[in-house]
């Protein structure tokens, strides 16, 4: 009913900065929030930023704060992860989530997208 692609990884040097894109299709009513989370190797996945459709609030991962900027164009279902001053720490699979109510659904749940690899090394 809903897919969710993302595009923009790569490969970049410290101190770089790269983009990242999701777009959200299918049957779709309402976009409630969204976000991204990373999983590096070895470690859990944990959030690095989310945004609120409605009131735009945003949140961000401690280690991402003031480096990375989470934004949204409803016209196109997107949300964008913009990321400056890369550092290998930020090294691992990104992931796209959207909370999406489908029409003639009740309530919203998340949609992920299969994740693009971001890789920050010399």
């Known amino acids: 009913q809903v897919q969710i692609v993302e595009s923009g990884g790569g490969l970049v040097q410290p101190g770089g900065s790269l983009r990242l894109s999701c777009a959200a299709s299918?049957?779709?009513?309402?976009?409630?929030?969204m976000g991204w989370h990373r999983q590096a190797p070895g470690k859990h996945s944990e959030l690095v930023a989310s945004i609120i459709n409605n009131s735009g609030a945003t949140n961000y991962g401690d280690s991402v704060k003031g480096r990375f900027t989470i934004s949204k164009d409803n016209a196109k279902n997107a949300v964008y992860l913009q990321m400056n001053s890369l550092k290998p720490d930020d090294t691992g699979v990104y992931y796209c989530?959207?909370?999406?109510?489908?029409?003639?659904?009740?309530?919203?749940?998340?949609?992920w997208g299969n994740g693009t690899l971001v890789t920050v090394a010399s």
């Open positions: 989530w959207q909370n999406i109510r489908v029409q003639g659904g009740l309530d919203g749940r998340d949609y």
């Open positions: 299918g049957s779709i009513s309402t976009i409630l929030s």
